[in-house]
């Protein structure tokens, strides 16, 4: 049992379910994210933990106390809100006390907690000011303080730093994982950005479609995703997905594909696993990563299982810190992440280095991960 | 190219501006005329209005038109003047406008931020209040009046244009808390907030320019209404409205026009007060959630 438990959570709306059977349990100092395309019952989910929502059918509990039905002022969470809803009357040392003062916490005691958190985020300056006269990053951290001067058990966080611009969605992004660092709170958080998801997380939950498609550790998500959706969704840019045809030989499985000036290209998959064997001559799609196809020098030296294929280069895109390559492989155009001063040029023939340790087959009908 | 530049938004030709100026410039004295009349008249001697001129300024200058329609005209049997009326006519409005503006901002509270099935249907029934002609609810308001026995009293005025107003004012209300972001109410309700904790603390500080609209339009519809008043208002208790009407269409003696235009002046003031002192939001809360700002 965990410190924040999702069991069978469902919604509708009428007949219409959303949201179907997610189960998630939460340690306590987790720093959980929900990440999804909009539409897929992320921000649903987190309302239903704040009380924001009901739940259809199944139990939330927090520190084993089941939440259903509970008021949200009850269940001792926070949340900061996507515009982080800082109330445009009150000055900002209103706005963080507002909720003590809401739950009945003496004048003095709610400012001692106003002052120490206006230390942490360093909004001192900034407490007789109203919302409105201050910057967007200003405003993330009053809609942060207010939610750190309740003591909750858990934050919620919904897709907080979206209203921000590129540099200070960087910047807010550090500050959050050292504040988790520091506070060693209990987090769930809800974004649409994958590298939000990758950064934060201690944990991700990648959900489309009202399903929790992959629960797992940013590293699991990124290296063995669960299935094509979480494939492509995780990850910029994204997982090359490339239809190969499975050739089991004498010792040895092969993915078996074809480039436009080279002919066909055998690829050893690095262990000869039944399930893999059980699709011989059939077609799957096999998944690589940008950064698994490089240059042979800049190939991964600790990987036992570098396989080398000559195909011709389309199109350079240096971006400062790597150059992406375009090549065509089986039809579908593939993208390499080389290191900036890899020798590459359009229209070469190029011997691409792509280390299997790291290629992920699928099933194309299930679009699940082949084990 | 140079030519071109002459011929900006900015910089209209000199001729196409006086023009201008000088249309607006008439129109402004057409429309300020009947003020204009109603004020120098207010000012003469009875005689110098029925010896015509009635564009002249006054000859000999003088209060006591004002004084008469204020402490002595003769309203009805007594020689009362407006004086009585006028308090009649606060007393009146102030409880009406306060009440159907705070019910009508916990309506459109309670419509946009505390959604249940057939809200819209409800709201639209509401609605209906706006287009009702006054003649139609003349006999079943006299009627639920007699029942609650307020009739002939001040309070049954205030209930009738309570009832009436609500309408309009929920209408503002809703539209104006309908673009209020919802996420400001969940944050409050995280807080720990409750309903009317919400409503006093979080939306009703923030609805000044609506809250000024509503005052306007209730205020000034109160103010001049003449048919509830004379209808449901009967001699003492009558408002403003009704007690101008009696000094001006008495059939007896002689026409005092000075008086009677003094009399309407002073019936006016208070709606004309309320627009210079608020008038400045009044736009401004028409316009609030037209444009993103």
């Known amino acids: 049992m965990g410190f924040l438990d999702i069991r069978n959570a469902t919604k509708s709306y009428g007949a219409v379910e959303v949201l179907h059977q997610v189960d998630i349990a939460v340690e306590e100092g987790e720093f959980l994210v929900l990440v999804g395309p909009s539409g897929c019952g992320k921000s649903t989910l987190l309302n239903m933990i704040a009380g924001l929502e009901d739940i259809t059918s199944g139990e939330i509990a927090i520190k084993g106390n089941v939440v259903n039905g509970v008021h949200p002022s009850k269940r001792n969470i926070a949340m900061v809100f996507q515009s982080y809803a800082l109330y445009p009357n009150m000055t900002v040392a209103q706005n963080i006390t507002f909720g003590l003062e809401m739950h009945g916490v003496p004048k003095a005691d709610r400012d001692t907690a106003m002052q120490e958190v206006a230390k942490l985020l360093q909004i001192e300056q900034l407490l007789s000011r109203k919302p409105g006269q201050l910057s967007g990053g200003q405003r993330q951290r009053v ?4 939610a750190l001067v309740r003591d909750p058990d858990v934050f919620l966080f919904d897709e907080p730093l979206s209203n921000l611009d590129a540099k200070l969605r960087v910047d807010m992004r550090t500050e959050i994982k050292k504040l988790h660092q520091k506070l060693g709170t209990t987090i769930v958080y809800v974004t649409h950005d994958q590298i939000e998801a990758m950064t934060l997380s201690t944990r991700i939950a990648v959900m489309n479609g009202g399903y929790v498609q992959q629960l797992g550790t940013p590293k699991e998500i990124y290296d063995n995703p669960a299935n094509l959706f979480v494939a492509s969704f995780m990850g910029s840019p994204s997982m090359n997905l490339v239809p190969v045809t499975v050739r089991a030989e004498a010792n040895a499985i092969y993915a078996v594909t074809t480039t436009e000036s080279n002919g066909e290209i055998k690829l050893a998959f690095p262990e000869p696993t039944p399930a893999l064997k059980a699709y011989d001559g059939q077609q799957i799609t ?26 011709q280069v389309e199109v350079t895109e240096p971006a400062g810190s790597d150059t992406f390559v375009t090549c065509h492989l089986g039809g579908t155009e593939c993208i390499a992440r080389m290191r900036a001063d890899a020798d590459v040029a359009p229209g070469q023939v190029f011997d691409f280095a792509v280390n299997m340790e790291k290629a992920v087959p699928f099933d194309p009908r299930s679009e699940n991960r082949i084990f | 190219m140079a030519q071109a530049t002459q011929d900006t938004a900015i910089r209209t030709g000199r001729v196409t501006r006086t023009l201008i100026y000088l249309v607006l410039l008439l129109f402004a004295l057409f429309y300020m005329l009947p003020l204009y009349v109603m004020v120098v008249n207010s000012l003469k001697p009875l005689d110098e209005i029925t010896g015509g001129g009635m564009m002249n300024l006054p000859e000999m200058w003088t209060l006591e038109p004002w004084r008469k329609a204020w402490s002595e005209a003769q309203i009805g049997v007594e020689p009362t003047g407006l004086k009585p009326y006028f308090w009649n006519s606060i007393q009146m409005v102030v409880p009406a406008v306060a009440l159907s503006t705070v019910l009508g901002a916990l309506n459109g509270y309670v419509l946009t931020k505390w959604r249940f099935k057939y809200d819209t249907i409800l709201f639209g029934l509401m609605l209906f209040a706006c287009f009702i002609p006054f003649q139609i609810v003349l006999i079943p308001m006299a009627r639920v009046l ?38 400001l109410v969940r944050a409050a309700q995280i807080d720990g907030a409750g309903f009317f904790q919400i409503f006093w ?23 001049n209404d003449f048919l509830f008043g004379a209808s449901f208002a009967a001699g003492d208790g009558a408002p403003m409205t009704v007690a101008l009407n009696n000094l001006v269409q008495s059939s007896t003696g002689v026409k005092e026009y000075n008086v ?34």
């Open chain 1, 143 to 146: 809609a942060m303080g207010r």
């Open chain 2, 146 to 183: 007699g029942v609650l026995g307020l009739a002939g009293s001040v309070w049954g005025l205030v209930l009738v244009h309570l009832v009436y107003g609500i309408g309009f004012t929920t209408l503002y209300f809703r539209n104006y808390y309908a673009v209020f972001p919802t996420e």
């Open chain 2, 201 to 223: 603390r979080i939306l009703l500080p923030s609805s000044g320019p609506i809250a000024v609209v509503s005052v306007i339009w209730q205020f000034t519809n109160i103010w």
């Open chain 1, 286 to 311: 096999l998944g690589i990563r940008p950064e698994a196809i490089t240059d042979p020098d800049g190939a991964d030296r600790k990987s036992t299982h570098v396989e080398t294929l000559r195909a």
């Open chain 2, 260 to 293: 009677h235009f003094a009399g309407a002046i002073l019936a006016a003031t208070p709606t004309l007060l309320v627009y210079i002192v608020a008038g400045r939001y009044f736009v401004r809360g028409l316009m609030a959630g037209s444009v993103k700002g």
